[in-house]
């Protein structure tokens, strides 16, 4: 009887810690860990929610990038910090629904290691190729590769642009060498330098170079079209079947205080339903995308680890490390 009585003190004592945490969380400053370079798509929108968040929550945001290994340096960090509000990650379809098929061994592991928040939004990638390609069409840029076999390359600096490609790359029977790459912004560099001649960019980042017209935008992966980028078709109408987009959500470690949990994914949807928030997240060509409940978004995710699966498989890419 004394072992249950000093268990269910114990268990009141950590209750009572809690309701403590969450009535006075955040007391200090939060970091967001963003897994990609400063410039990417992924940071632009961070910094966009985090300032909003920042002002509703009256502690300051530090936007924290993390880049590395296909968004896992980033993931893995937030997957290994305390559970106590204070680190939080802007988590994305690489890292939380490719990666898993992406690799043989993944550092982290997407559900168990980390603390639904709120999903927050997505964002169409553009195919666009270098201006020395004749093509102004998907099915010509598909005719010209035909002909040119070998001889053409396209950036891969995350999973989406790379699971794209290659997903492209087969549908189209084609005979063209991806390039992995550590960040979009070096990604775009090269392709307008003639490096490499195609790029699944997000268009977030890219859109200053598609509207500067200093590289040819061909097709939208989202089987609509993009009201950004009027006349550029979706890629499906050359082969049907094409849909691909990426979203963007906010995590935790895991075991992070569901008070906590509950408290941040309020303020998120609270953020995201803001007229000059939406305003600011069109601006960067990002449409917002908020769950209902941190529990949606755990299923969201488990979702689309599946759907991301399917699509690694059927572009025939073989996971990293694997024997």
Same mark, same amino acid.
């Given at each position: 009887m004394k072992h249950f009585a000093r268990m269910a003190t114990a268990v009141a004592a950590f209750s009572v810690a809690v309701a403590a945490i969450a009535e006075t969380y955040p007391s200090r400053p939060i970091t967001i860990?963003?897994?990609?370079?400063?410039?990417?798509?992924?940071?632009?929108l961070t910094r966009v929610i985090g300032k909003r968040l920042s002002e509703r929550l009256n502690q300051p945001i530090v936007v924290e990038n993390r880049a590395g290994a296909n968004a896992q340096v980033g993931a893995q960090y937030v997957a290994q910090a305390k559970p106590d509000g204070y680190t939080l990650l802007m988590a994305t379809n690489t890292s939380h629904a490719a990666n898993s098929s992406l690799y043989a061994k993944l550092r982290y592991d997407p559900v168990n290691d980390f603390s639904p928040i709120a999903r927050v939004a997505q964002c169409p990638f553009a195919l666009a190729v270098n201006l020395d390609v004749p093509a102004k069409t998907v099915k010509e840029f598909i005719e010209y590769a035909k002909a040119n076999p070998g001889r053409l390359s396209y950036a891969t600096p995350n999973s989406t642009s790379q699971v794209a490609s290659e997903t492209f790359r087969t549908m189209a029977n084609l005979n063209i060498t991806?390039?992995?790459?550590?960040?979009?912004?070096?990604?775009?560099?090269?392709?307008?330098? !003639?490096? #490499?001649?195609?790029y699944i960019a997000d268009v977030s980042s890219g859109m200053s170079m598609f509207k500067a017209g200093k590289v040819r935008v061909l097709g939208m992966t989202t089987s609509e079209a993009f009201a950004q980028l009027p006349g550029v078709p979706p890629i499906s109408e050359t082969l049907p079947g094409f849909n691909l987009?990426?979203?963007h959500g906010l995590l935790g470690p895991a075991k992070l205080p569901a008070d906590v949990v509950r408290k941040l994914s309020a303020e998120v949807s609270s953020v995201l339903a803001e007229a000059e928030v939406q305003t600011a997240i069109a601006q960067?060509?990002?449409k917002p995308w908020p769950t209902q409940s941190p529990e949606e978004f755990g299923n969201f995710i488990r979702e689309q680890i599946v759907y991301w699966? !399917?699509? #690694?498989?059927?572009?025939?890419?073989?996971?990293?490390?694997?024997q």
């Open positions: 860990v963003v897994p990609f370079a400063a410039g990417s798509a992924t940071d632009a991806g390039i992995p790459y550590k960040s979009s912004p070096q990604a775009m560099i090269d392709l307008m330098r !003639g490096d #490499v001649q195609m987009t990426s979203w960067i060509n990002y699966n !399917g699509l #690694v498989k059927r572009a025939n890419i073989k996971p990293e490390g694997e």
